[in-house]
């Protein structure tokens, strides 16, 4: 099978606001903004206190702005006006203008903690970046990641061209849970928890309104962000989230 490549050109000050950054808002009380404050909340309860924290793809830097007074955080993306974001709104963190494919700029050993939220399908060898992640963990420390689930129960109801996952041909590695699992475990990380997010990408029925199915579908997805819970299968989210420790 021959290697994805990564559609560079896509990855410019137009990126957020094409695919499904063109119909989900990123304002506040957004299911952006209440993602990235799930996200931030499982990482201070999983990821070791006083360590250096780094997220792969940082965007438009709102996770670092929430976790800049917990940890020394640093963050890298390819398109520079997110950067420059990340650098406005989270003064307190790092950020760099760099790909995840190459993480030699940072030392081996000097994070308790790394993030890579919607970024690991985007790589054209994520089972490198993934050793990569490993080598700049601790003993102890882990990694957080989330990405698309090719395989979720509704998924059959959806025209898998032009769903959440599909529309956005950015998506080059799109894998399922089996995969990413096994990619952790060759580089001595040990999964503690491996969900769903929930069923948000309606609709998935016709005749009943989209409003309607996304109370449905989406009322489990939003228990467990209020709950900073973990429990949703993974064959019920869009996408699945990861939580791997290294191991001694």
Not at 6 to 27: C, I, Q, S, T, V
Not at 157 to 175: C, P, S, W
């Amino acid at each position: 099978m021959s290697q994805p490549s990564a559609p560079r050109e896509h990855y410019n000050a137009e990126y957020f606001e094409r695919w499904n950054y063109a119909d989900r808002p990123l304002g506040k009380y957004s299911m952006y903004w209440f993602a990235r404050r799930y996200y931030a909340a499982l990482i201070r309860e999983f990821a070791p206190r006083g360590g250096k924290l780094l997220e792969l793809g940082s965007g438009l830097g709102d996770l670092l702005s929430l976790l800049q007074d917990d940890f020394p955080c640093f963050g890298i993306d390819l398109i520079e006006t997110a950067v420059a974001r990340t650098r406005e709104i989270a003064p307190r963190a790092q950020a760099f203008v760099q790909s995840a494919d190459d993480l030699s700029m940072f030392e081996r050993g000097g994070f308790s903690t790394v993030v890579a939220l919607h970024l690991v399908e985007h790589l054209e060898r994520p089972d490198d970046v993934i050793r990569q992640v490993s080598e700049l963990l601790v003993p102890g420390g882990i990694f957080l990641f989330a990405t698309p689930h090719p395989d979720y129960a509704l998924r059959r109801f959806k025209d898998r061209e032009n769903d959440a996952i599909g529309k956005d041909k950015t998506h080059i590695n799109v894998q399922p849970p089996e995969q990413w699992r096994g990619w952790c475990e060759q580089n001595n990380l040990r999964m503690l928890r491996h969900f769903g997010d929930g069923l948000w990408d309606v609709p998935y029925l016709p005749l009943i309104p989209k409003a309607v199915q996304f109370g449905l579908f989406g009322a489990p997805a939003f228990l467990q962000v209020l709950t900073r819970g973990t429990f949703t299968p993974l064959a019920m989210g869009v996408n699945q989230v990861g939580i791997a420790r290294k191991l001694p």
